[in-house]
């Protein structure tokens, strides 16, 4: 949606419904950029499985969300 720039969900919180969000933000046109927040490499492989176009540690350092964030919103949305 035109309102929602990114996406930055934390999967440590609640798994299986942060999963579906990204997979909610994967399927809107245009796709909705996500970052997903992950305190295990487990947890990582799935939200990348799942279309996050980034994963960072949980809790993430400033300097790498920062990173993240360049990242995610860099991409054209055709690559998304």
Do not use: H, W, Y
Not at 55 to 76: F, I, K, T
């Amino acid at each position: 949606t035109p309102d929602i720039d990114l996406m930055i969900i934390d999967l440590d919180a609640n798994t299986e419904a942060g999963l579906g969000a990204i997979r909610t933000c994967r399927s809107m046109i245009p796709p909705v950029p996500v970052i997903g927040l992950c305190a295990t490499k487990r947890m990582r492989e799935m939200a990348r499985a799942s279309g996050a176009d980034e994963v960072a540690g949980n809790p993430p350092s400033l300097p790498e969300l920062q990173l993240v964030m360049l990242r995610a919103l860099g991409r054209p949305t055709a690559v998304r």
